[in-house]
């Protein structure tokens, strides 16, 4: 709109972008002119670093830088795949991952925790596993192992997969899934027999103690899980089951940690970490390994996915070695395309 020196680019006058694509703009602006006011004045791009990775929101698998400074994230873009999302992303990825510090995140764990958690589990005699759908498969499977370790028996089952309206795909093959969990394959494919959200529930009631993941961006649980029996926490934001877990452990979010996701199409991708655990949280994994080396009396490692992912392989689970590692990337590009003169 206007002319010469006062000539500025705009949005049509009078109608709004209003859809789930329109912080796309921002990206293709071919001459950096469209900002994002969610991220404006927060942070100079010069000093961001970015770690890839994958949609942790939805079945998409798209795939996604995270840009941070500080142990902060600040904001997330897309990263150019052909075979997945192109170089587009929903607002939903782009501006949903604002739980990650979030005031109702949990941080803290009380002292001596995980010794009792691993006291408990040591004398449960039946245990009942809800491993979430947020989870990463090498998170998935060092819980699921841990929990077999001590009952071969153990009730495992997969959390509840939260749908939206139906999937919506564009002329140019993007897909928007109304699937709104990362890794529900990829964790069947971690724990092989886990049983869908319903039936466990009913299976669970013979259980004497529960571990529970959660790791969704919003509150869930049902208080009914933890009725009669020792409940064995582990999430990242307080909701309906946190007042009456018997023992709380905080979790890290999929910006903290690095693992797999499986998506729609059966895909695996790999993500890194960002940034480091807030607080005292930890990934599942690493949670999984420190209460396996309190109940074998040893010293717990330290998690590594790309190790776990090689024992998963060893174990016969396919396709764990075949991911390959995205492209890092220590400093973000510029907003703005440059061109040689």
Known sequence: EGRDASECIDVFPGIGINNELSG??????????????????????????????????????????????????????????????????TDEVRYGW???HDESRVTEMNEDAELIAADKLQQADNIALLVSPMMSCEDAWLLGQLVRSMDSSAIIGLGPVPTVGEDKTFKSGFTI???????????????????DYDEWKKQMSGA?????????????????IAENQTLILIDTIKNDLTDSADVFLPAATWAEKAGTFE???????LFERAIHPL?????EGQIAMNLQALVDDMEATVFNAATV???????????MLEVELPQ??????????????
Not at 31 to 54: E, Y
Not at 210 to 220: F, H, L, Q
């Open 177 to 195: 899934r109304s699937e709104k969990a990362p890794n529900a394959r990829g964790v069947k494919r971690a724990l092989g027999d886990a049983l």
């Open 24 to 89: 796309n703009v921002i990206d293709i602006c071919p001459v950096g002119a469209m900002l994002d006011k969610d991220f404006m004045f927060q942070q100079r791009v010069w000093f961001l670093k970015t770690a890839p990775s994958i949609d942790p929101l939805t079945s998409s698998g798209d795939n996604i830088n995270i840009e941070h400074n500080n142990n902060k994230v600040y904001r997330v873009k897309p990263r150019t795949n052909w075979d997945v999302n192109m170089f587009w992303i």
């Open 279 to 283: 607080g005292d949280s930890q990934a």
């Open 328 to 341: 890092n990337t220590n400093r973000v590009d510029t907003d703005m395309p440059l061109s040689e003169v």
């Open 98 to 100: 604002k739980f990650v």
């Open 309 to 319: 992912r090689r024992r998963m392989a060893d174990t016969g689970i396919a396709g």
């Open 208 to 224: 004497d103690t529960v571990v529970v993941t959660g790791n969704y961006p919003a509150s869930w649980g049902t208080p009914e």
């Open 263 to 269: 998506n729609y199409d059966n895909k695996l991708q």
